[in-house]
C-alpha cells in the first residue's frame, strides 16, 4: 500500500499526467449513468499514445466488518525503504 502524505498530492503523477485529459474528456457532459462516464473516461487519450481502461465494480461490500483479535500478532506489516511511515506491505502469516 502506498500514501502520500497529507497535503502532497502534488507529487502524484498520477493526477497530473491523467486526470487532466480525463476532465477534458468530460467536460459539459452531465452524468446521466454510471455508463456514460465509463464511456467517456475509455475514450481519453492523447497525442502521445495515453490510453485510459476503466472497469466499473458493482459489488456491494460489506460495511462494520471487525478483523479477528489477533490480527496484528498474524499480520505482518513491512514499512519500504522508500518513505516507510506512508508505504508499507502487509503480508499474512501462511498456515501451515
Same mark, same amino acid.
Given at each position: 500500500?502506498?500514501? #502520500?502524505?497529507? #497535503?502532497?498530492? !502534488? #507529487? ?23 455508463? =456514460? ?5 475509455? !475514450? ?6 495515453? @490510453? =485510459? &481502461?476503466?472497469?466499473? @465494480?458493482?459489488?456491494? #461490500?460489506?460495511?462494520?466488518? !471487525?478483523?479477528?483479535?489477533?490480527? @496484528? ?5 513491512? &514499512? ?17
Amino acid at each position: 500500500m502506498a500514501h #502520500y502524505p497529507p #497535503y502532497t498530492s !502534488k #507529487y502524484n503523477p498520477i493526477e497530473h499526467r491523467l486526470f487532466c485529459h480525463v476532465t477534458s474528456a468530460c467536460k459539459g457532459v452531465v452524468f446521466s449513468s454510471v455508463e =456514460v462516464v465509463k464511456s467517456l473516461v475509455d !475514450k481519453t487519450c492523447t497525442s502521445t499514445g495515453l @490510453k =485510459v &481502461f476503466s472497469t466499473i @465494480k458493482d459489488k456491494v #461490500y460489506a460495511t462494520g466488518r !471487525k478483523v479477528s483479535e489477533n490480527f @496484528k500478532e498474524k499480520m505482518k506489516i513491512v &514499512f519500504d525503504d522508500y518513505l516507510g511511515k506512508w508505504n508499507y506491505r502487509a503480508i499474512p502469516e501462511v498456515e501451515t
